[in-house]
């Protein structure tokens, strides 16, 4: 069996959507996902699970609704279950997520930007 | 309540140790961790759980009884449950972990290089 590690680089290359997650890695019944942010997400939760944000390039912002938290290159952030935010990306950055399979974009939200959730890169 | 992301180079920094992996968040039941490699490491393996190596910077191998993987900065790997391995770096390299809570890093194996598993940093 040919093991092959899963370069950030190449998987961000392949595709220029915006909040659309696409998932590289499973672990356990987690899923690490990539996607690129720009401009304003929706407020949502996520009513069962935490939700982990990596910033690999670039810099975003996480609103609550008490204030806003700026993340940039290098840094992780886990959003607790249940906590209303907003994400926002001022430029295009590229972002690493880590939630339970089949976490859904938009949360309890939906709406127009809800991404299908099982879409491997 | 003042919200803090976690910076990785910040969080290298406070430590010199080898092998011997620090807990910087919690996602549900799972730690993120970070961990300086160098030398050879153990062979074992964990068997309840995937495990994901991720490179900060640097590069590393991992040995399976098969074939080596190599892994350098920028890039992730999930060891599959069961999977016997042995992580090895020439030269010190830096690596964040991701793995259920409890996970002890020597696995099966046990022996001197095991480290506590509930250090947060």
Redesign the interface.
Known sequence: ???M?????EKFDKFDDHWSPKI?????D?H?KLVKFQGEFVWHKHDD????FIV?NGEMSIE?R??T????K?????VP?GAEHKPFAEKECEIML???AGTVNTGDTGGSLTAEDDVWI
Chains 1, 2 share one sequence.
């Not at 590690?5 to 680089?9: D, K, L, S, Y």
């Open positions: 069996m040919k093991r590690p899963v370069n950030f680089r590289i890695a499973q672990m356990n987690y690490f699970t935490d939700e982990v690999i609550f008490d204030e938290l700026k993340l940039k290098g840094e992780l952030f886990v279950k880590v939630e339970p």
